[in-house]
């Protein structure tokens, strides 16, 4: 079976710092594109960063660079979400999702996230 | 970054309905559009990519159009289990964003 799964979620105070891990089974996890993706309480999806299977391409929300640094182990395998300077609107459910693709014409590829993690839940308060 | 707005936010259908959910980009993306559904407490989980495409195992009662700035997801039949909220997301751009989602109760 597919399945990501993610922890290193926790209560942090603001200012602090915190590691998010993703490790997958079931699938060739060096393979694929990642993402995070969190929701903040009653609120909707926020897409945070990802990464390519090669590390060669990362990309940031405005909202986390400068402060989250998102990275991969291939020996593990694993993903990780290495977060310093948290807010209180930090505070949400962490999910790692697995960015699949498939051609959608010449030199055009359709990218989604088909398989999702359960979430760890990050806390960031006083 | 590509904004994505969806209309309505929340709805209420009855079972057997046709409903229609709608996602607007600010710019043209072509037809680099997902669809997700996320119900009360779980991830989400996708349902359409590439504006049209159902994915293996979705039921055929959901089905999605559009291309450029104009998306819909329907639902032709709305069954028990189609209580949830949907989002889409726009995979144009390498900063993926999603819209805010609609609430669908039945």
């Known amino acids: 079976e597919v399945q990501l799964e993610e922890s290193g979620g926790g209560l942090v105070k603001p200012g602090g710092s915190l590691r998010l891990s993703c490790s997958g089974s079931?699938?060739?996890?060096?393979?694929?594109?990642m993402n995070w993706v969190r929701q903040a309480p009653g609120k909707g999806l926020e897409w945070v960063s990802s990464?390519?299977?090669?590390?060669?391409?990362?990309q940031y929300a405005d909202s986390v660079k400068g402060r989250f640094t998102i990275s991969r182990d291939y020996a593990k395998p694993s993903l990780y979400l290495q977060m310093t300077s948290l807010r209180a609107e930090d505070t949400a459910v962490y999910y790692c999702a697995r960015e699949g693709v498939v051609p959608a014409a010449a030199d055009f590829y359709y990218y989604y996230m088909d398989v999702w993690g359960k979430g760890t839940t990050v806390s960031v308060s006083s | 970054d590509v904004q994505m707005t969806q209309s309505p936010s929340s709805l209420s259908a009855s079972i057997g309905d046709r409903v229609t959910i709608t996602c607007r980009s600010r710019q043209s993306i072509s037809t680099f559009l997902n669809w997700y559904q996320q119900k009360a407490g779980m991830a989400p989980n996708l349902l359409i990519f590439g504006a049209s495409n159902l994915r293996s195992g979705v039921p055929s009662r959901f089905s999605g159009s559009g291309s450029g700035t104009d998306f819909t997801l329907t639902i032709s039949s709305l069954q028990p289990d189609d209580s949830a909220t949907y989002y889409c997301q726009q995979s144009y751009s390498t900063s993926r964003t999603f819209g805010q989602g609609t609430t669908l109760e039945i």
């Open positions: 990464i390519s299977s090669g590390s060669d391409f990362i």
């Open positions: 079931g699938f060739t996890f060096n393979s694929y594109n």
